[in-house]
């Protein structure tokens, strides 16, 4: 198992893997991750293996406290040297779950996070796998404000570092 940073080469692969993990009103656009690597492509965490990409991780740096619904599609959201990592997928090809490929890039993700001083990271996601995303050390916020794609979120904040005495 490789982890490395995504490039433009990679978007039909993480567009797939989105488009395979979420239903429709839920998964990002081929062109909103055309858009999302061309304006912070350090926001892309891939996991391959045996040469073909099996999942992926993908932020944006924002100084927002929660992730917002127009995150997702408002690109001017995204604030270079931001306070915050805010996730907006965590994807897995459906039969390669399971094998520790999510845990491994959120892993990345976090310490890459916390390396560049961040105060933390926040995603949203549904309720079965709130205790999935607590085993790497986030907390569950509540119900989040978010309507996306008309599903219910859950918060989840994991703070970095010296901000870890903020929880």
């Given at each position: 198992m490789e982890i490395r940073r995504g490039t433009e080469?990679?978007?039909?692969?993480?567009?797939?893997?989105?488009?395979?993990?979420?239903?429709?009103?839920?998964?990002?656009?081929?062109?909103?991750?055309?858009?999302?690597m061309g304006i912070y492509p350090e926001g892309f965490w891939l996991c391959v293996e045996d040469g073909e990409t099996v999942a992926f991780v993908n932020g944006m740096e924002s100084d927002a406290y929660d992730l917002s619904d127009d995150m997702y599609e408002n690109n001017t959201l995204y604030k270079k040297g931001g306070e915050?990592?805010?996730?907006?997928s965590v994807a897995t090809l459906p039969e390669k779950r399971g094998k520790g490929y999510a845990r491994a890039l959120l892993?990345?993700?976090?310490?890459?996070?916390?390396?560049?001083?961040?105060r933390g990271l926040v995603l949203t996601c549904k309720k079965g796998l709130i205790g999935f995303y607590e085993s790497v050390g986030f907390v569950n916020e509540g119900l989040s404000?978010?309507?996306?794609?008309?599903?219910?979120?859950?918060?989840?904040?994991?703070?970095?570092?010296?901000?870890?005495?903020?929880?």
């Open positions: 080469a990679d978007v039909p692969f993480i567009s797939r893997i989105e488009s395979l993990c979420f239903p429709p009103a839920e998964a990002a656009s081929y062109q909103s991750f055309v858009r999302r915050w990592e805010v996730i907006l892993r990345k993700a976090i310490a890459d996070t916390a390396a560049r001083g961040k404000e978010s309507k996306h794609g008309g599903a219910e979120w859950y918060q989840m904040r994991l703070f970095c570092g010296e901000n870890s005495a903020e929880r």
